[in-house]
């Protein structure tokens, strides 16, 4: 059975920075693409990145968020990260962690939409101040 556990949210001002992790079990891991997610209030849930089986390509959804998060992974401890920098109280919103299609590949073939993603954690709530 697919897990995915993430921790690492909490409640920072404007200007801080946190790191969420992502802890993935029962399947096989450095395979998958992987990909964090965020959902605000009354809003879509959209992507903010998504990393390749190896680690070695990451791709970010708009150009601000790729100067502001850091998607990266460690397969040999089955962990996908997000760090998370000069927060503002618009990235307040619940983070969740996915893993992709296996059908898809290890390479995140695809758009980056929900429906990529076949496996998702339970999401952690990241509040920002001002």
């Known amino acids: 059975q697919v897990q995915l556990v993430e921790s690492g949210g909490g409640s920072v001002q404007a200007g801080g920075s946190l790191r969420l992790t992502c802890v993935a079990s029962g399947y096989i891991y450095s395979n998958i693409c992987m990909g964090w997610f965020r959902q605000a209030p009354g809003k879509e849930r959209e992507i903010v990145a998504r990393i390749t089986g190896s680690g070695n390509n990451a791709n970010y959804y708009t150009d601000s968020m790729k100067g502001q998060f850091t998607i990266s992974r460690d397969n040999g401890k089955n962990t996908l990260y997000l760090q998370m920098a000069n927060l503002d109280p618009e990235d307040t919103a619940i983070y969740y962690c996915?893993?992709?299609?296996?059908?898809?590949?290890?390479?995140?073939?695809?758009?980056?939409?929900?429906?990529?993603?076949?496996?998702w954690g339970q999401g952690t709530q990241v509040t920002v101040s001002s």
């Open positions: 996915a893993a992709g299609r296996p059908s898809l590949g290890g390479d995140c073939r695809g758009s980056g939409s929900t429906t990529d993603f076949a496996y």
